[in-house]
């Protein structure tokens, strides 16, 4: 499993719990002084692996996740295409890929060097999707109720 751009991993502690001491986390981040944090927890808990995030790759194994999770991570990618293939080189086959975010609100101004399709601090689902379902991904499902105005959309890798 991996917590991409985990911040100051308390996602990352519950899936460490959750796949428990036969499981592995991997969890990344781009911020230096977030990264130490979890670098830190890391060595607290041996089934976490710290990783520096990459700005185009996810910096993971290749196929190393039956999951990955991004929780308000999405809106902020400067090249969502290369992170998208690279999530996809990252999942095994038939693996699940939940990205949870939200959409740009009123006013708000997109994140300085994102595509200029997000319209604002977040990313329209549909354009999600459409990013993700082309570099190979197919739709599982959209959750429209997730808790503070955010959305879920779980994504498969194809295969068994």
């Not at 196929?63 to 990955?68: G, P, Q």
């Not at 999770?69 to 290369?82: G, I, Q, S």
Request: glycine share 12%.
């Amino acid at each position: 499993m991996a917590d991409m751009g985990a911040g100051g991993g308390e996602l990352t502690l519950a899936a460490a719990k959750r796949v428990g001491t036969s499981g592995r986390v991997y969890t990344t981040e781009l911020d230096a002084k977030k990264l130490t944090h979890l670098e830190e927890l890391a060595g607290k808990e041996n089934n976490i692996t710290a990783l520096q995030a990459g700005e185009a790759q996810t910096n993971l194994p290749p196929e190393c996740c039956d999951s990955i999770f991004m929780r308000l991570v999405y809106h902020h990618l400067t090249k969502p295409a290369e992170i998208d293939a690279s999530l996809f080189q990252s999942l095994k086959p038939g693996g699940r890929l939940a990205m949870i975010d939200e959409e740009p609100g009123p006013g708000t101004k997109r994140v300085e060097g994102v595509p200029e399709n997000r319209g604002g601090h977040g990313v329209p689902e549909k354009i999600m999707i459409e990013e993700l379902t082309s570099a190979g991904f197919e739709k599982v499902k959209s959750f429209e109720d997730w808790p503070d105005s955010h959305y879920c959309v779980v994504f498969r890798k194809p295969g068994p």
